[in-house]
């Protein structure tokens, strides 16, 4: 009895031991099929899988990315179709004999191929494929084989490509703007009034409202445009006469040289002049302030296109305030702002200029106001009419300089405050000096020296008669 008490004993623990093998033998075919083998493969291109074991059936998760052909029964055809991934699963009867993933990867040896055929100049792009994504590192001598470079990154992986690229090179553009602009002015005006007056009678001239009537006090109210007046008194009878008659001529000569420097394919802007307070009527009778920008103003982009081409979109702009056609609203007398802008897209080398001219106004206005028919006597007409004639021509021309810029050596520049001193109490009330006499540093020296080079500008020894300004070196 009690043998075969051992014996069942011993046969339930051979049964536990082979149960405890099965399922680590399982657990360990699981792990085993959890780690897929990957299989790397370029769109386009084809790979052949050889196994161990005849494979009785095949599943694909994914057929855009990959699809098969079985040529035997342990050969397995796989053609890469798009960029993905995707998962392959083998079956041996009823067990699973192995798991693959496909990755496929865009073809960079083509990419790699096509940017040395077209880009021959460009050895320092580097082209990594990343999973279903093209990186690009390295550096390219300009923006142009940048753009380049990256097109045709996108036709092979649109929408993934990772840029790592930077530009190498002198990528700051600096542009040197000289705004010039002249105008000219002509104003002729001619205009009577006249008032007569006696003990039973009034006689009085407002044409073109030279002068106003008041009826109250019964006299004339003399305006701005009045510029000579005179009268007569004889017992009871007084005749006064007013005139307005100018001959004007104006000249204004505008010059700006401004300087300004960006990076290759940034913009810059700048604006000298200010802004002027305009009153915007808002909800509820409540009144805002918009400012207005004027003055001389430039906006440019620049972009550095191959060795020495440079392209520029520049915005030169001239401004002013206008008080001659202002308007009165809210008790508010708010300008007008003349306005004179170009806009314009070229392509130059380094050290070119081009010039933007033939900006010119030329404004003539004639006003003529007469008292019906006796305006139309001769010489005697003169007082029953005003005349005006306005003239004004304006010039405007922008010449605009672009340079790669390089940085420089601080020791060698100079600033327009160097050589200045002050002077003492003697030079300031007896000799009347504004800048003392006291020696110079050596910079104005060497600027001195190098006076005739172009471009330099040589300071006096004292006060301010000579030539002024400042040049920096090139």
């Known amino acids: 009895m009690k043998c075969e008490r051992s014996i069942q004993k011993t046969v339930c623990l051979l049964a536990a031991c082979l149960i405890i093998f099965s399922a680590t033998t399982v657990q360990a075919k699981v792990l085993q099929t959890s780690a897929p083998e990957v299989v790397s493969m370029v769109v386009g291109k084809s790979v052949i899988i050889n196994t161990d074991t005849n494979v009785s059936r095949i599943s694909l998760a994914s057929t855009t990315v990959a699809s098969i052909v079985i040529i035997s029964p342990r050969q397995i055809y796989i053609t890469a179709n798009e960029l993905g991934s995707t998962t392959m699963t083998l079956w041996t009867g009823k067990r699973v004999s192995d798991v693959y993933d496909i990755v496929v990867t865009p073809d960079v040896t083509r990419l790699k191929r096509m940017i040395h055929d077209i880009l021959p100049g460009e050895e320092n792009v580097r ?97 701005d445009k009045i510029n000579f007046t005179g009268g007569y008194k004889s017992g009871s009878t007084t005749i006064v006469g007013m005139i307005d008659a100018l001959k004007a001529n104006g000249l204004v ?43 001389i103003g430039l906006k440019f982009s620049a972009t550095v296109m191959s060795s020495g081409m440079i392209n520029l979109q520049v915005n030169p702009e001239v401004s002013e305030l206008d008080y001659s056609k202002a308007l009165s609203v809210g008790g508010y007398e708010i300008p007008t702002i003349s306005t004179r802008r170009a806009n314009t897209v070229i392509q130059l080398a ?55 810029a390089k940085p420089v050596d601080m020791d060698h520049q100079t600033l327009p405050t160097d050589g200045f001193k002050e002077p003492d109490d003697s030079e300031f009330y007896i000799m009347g000096l504004l800048e003392g006499r006291g020696d110079r540093p050596n910079q104005v020296s060497q600027i001195r020296d190098n006076a005739a080079e172009p471009g330099t500008v040589v300071r006096p020894e004292t006060g301010f008669d000579g030539d002024f300004g400042h040049s920096w070196p090139k």
């Open 253 to 295: 000569r505008m010059l700006a040289e401004p300087n300004l420097t960006c990076v290759s394919g940034e913009s810059a802007e700048f604006l000298v002049g200010g802004e002027v307070p305009i009153p915007m009527p808002g909800a509820l009778g409540a009144v805002g302030i918009e400012f207005k920008p004027y003055g």
């Open 350 to 404: 380094d050290g070119q200029s081009f010039v933007i001219a033939g900006l010119i106004s030329d404004i003539m206005k004639e006003n003529s106001q007469k008292f019906p028919g006796l305006g139309e006597i001769p010489v005697l007409g003169s007082l029953f009419s005003s005349k005006e004639f306005a003239s004004n021509k304006t010039e405007l021309v922008v010449l605009v300089t672009a340079h790669l």
């Open 127 to 223: 082209v990594m494929s990343s999973g279903d994504s093209i990186t690009l590192s390295g550096y390219v001598s300009n923006a142009s084989s940048l753009t380049s470079v990256i097109s045709l990154a996108e036709a092979e992986a649109p929408g993934k490509v990772v840029n790592l690229l930077r530009v190498d090179g002198i990528q700051q553009v600096m542009l040197e703007v000289r705004v010039a602009e002249m105008s000219r002015s002509v104003t002729k005006r001619l205009g009577i009034n006249f008032a007569a007056m006696g003990s039973n009678f009034s006689v009085y001239s407002i044409i073109n409202n030279l002068t106003k009537y008041n009826a109250t006090d019964k006299i004339h109210e003399l305006t």
